[in-house]
């Protein structure tokens, strides 16, 4: 046997970091769901307005819906915001364009339960 070809087990192991790549791929692509926003809104509190702004919504958006759905709670301030997203922005409404922002807004907790949530097809 030829000691410069990888072993049969250096090969199953690229190969399962290759799927692995791929599904994360896969999902970061997907749309994010109404529902992913729901569970969203339930644990992002004082970092909403640093999401939106990491969403590309200008200050004038989110001071309406802050007005707009203040009476609702804070969960509806912040599930208005990532609707207004979702329908303003379209196509690059992404898993990934989603969990970057809340990790630019140091919530990297929820872009981790995001990730793991999508990847393991929970929705609910």
């Known amino acids: ?57 200008d200050e004038t958006e989110l001071d309406n819906i802050e007005a707009d759905n203040r009476r609702k709670g804070q969960k509806e301030v912040v599930y208005h915001m990532l609707l207004l997203w979702k329908r303003k922005h379209g196509i690059e409404v992404t898993n990934k364009t989603l969990r970057d922002a809340l990790k630019a807004a140091n919530r990297k907790d929820l872009s981790d339960y995001l990730f793991n949530r999508e990847q393991c097809g929970t929705t609910s």
């Open 1 to 57: 046997m030829d000691p410069s070809l990888p072993s049969h087990q250096a090969i199953r192991e690229e190969a399962k970091g290759n799927l692995a790549g791929a599904e994360a791929t896969t999902i970061d692509s997907e749309e994010v769901t109404n529902e992913t926003l729901q569970d969203l809104s339930e644990n992002l509190f004082k970092e909403w307005r640093d999401v939106g702004r990491n969403l590309k919504l």
